[in-house]
Antibody, heavy 117, light 107 residues
Framework: QVTLRESGPALVKPTQTLTLTCTFSGFSLSTSGMCVSWIRQPPGKALEWLALIDWDDDKYYSTSLKTRLTISKDTSKNQVVLTMTNMDPVDTATYYC?????????WGQGTLVTVSS | VIWMTQSPSLLSASTGDRVTISCRMSQGISSYLAWYQQKPGKAPELLIYAASTLQSGVPSRFSGSGSGTDFTLTISCLQSEDFATYYCQQYYSFPQTFGQGTKLEIK
């Protein structure tokens, strides 16, 4: 069955770089049409799409965050990595990764990242 | 960027009611729209994709309609487990975007 799990630090300091890893199973990111997205949700607020990487290694980013985000994949390890530079307290959120075919059909449980000194 | 207007932001209803949630796009997206349900402390779950296709395992009381710029999610007979927050998402173009959410609460 398809599963995804996010991992990374729960607490980062302002100006630091956040690195999150999405480890998945049950599908291959080398399969045509397969994609993985990152989405975040600040406490009590709406979902925000961040980035997507596809089977062909094409990458797409949120317009407002694209200068701070990098998404990459390691197909052999079944992992997708998201880095976000220059973290700020407003970046405090639960970060999710999700598989995308038509719609985001499988999600990880999410990981809460708090930005505080 | 495609902007989305989701309404209402808060919807009060009773078990057994029929409710509709709307999502309007700033430009046409054909049928590249999905709907999600999110319960507190949980990840969202896909309900509908391609505007009107029910995701496997989702009850048939959920339905979606629309194309172009105007879309609707309908729940035909509310059950207690349907009280949650609902989001629309367009995946027609990048950056993908979500609506601001509709919280469905018990009246």
């Amino acid at each position: 069955q398809v599963t995804l799990r996010e991992s990374g630090p729960a607490l980062v300091k302002p100006t630091q770089t956040l690195t999150l890893t999405c480890t998945f199973s049950g599908f291959s990111l080398s399969t045509s049409g397969m994609c993985v997205s990152w989405i975040r949700q600040p406490p009590g607020k709406a979902l925000e799409w961040l980035a997507l990487i596809d089977w062909d290694d094409d990458k797409y980013y949120s317009t407002s965050l694209k200068t701070r985000l990098t998404i990459s994949k390691d197909t052999s390890k079944n992992q997708v990595v998201l880095t976000m530079t220059n973290m700020d307290p407003v970046d405090t959120a639960t970060y999710y990764c999700a598989r995308q075919l038509t719609g985001l059909d499988y999600w990880g449980q999410g990981t809460l990242v708090t930005v505080s000194s | 960027v495609i902007w989305m207007t989701q309404s209402p932001s808060l919807l009060s209803a009773s078990t057994g009611d029929r409710v509709t949630i709307s999502c309007r796009m700033s430009q046409g997206i054909s049928s590249y729209l999905a709907w999600y349900q999110q319960k507190p402390g949980k990840a969202p779950e896909l309900l509908i994709y391609a505007a009107s296709t029910l995701q496997s395992g989702v009850p048939s009381r959920f339905s979606g309609s629309g194309s172009g710029t105007d879309f609707t999610l309908t729940i035909s007979c509310l059950q207690s487990e349907d009280f949650a927050t609902y989001y629309c998402q367009q995946y027609y173009s990048f950056p993908q975007t979500f609506g601001q959410g509709t919280k469905l609460e018990i009246k």
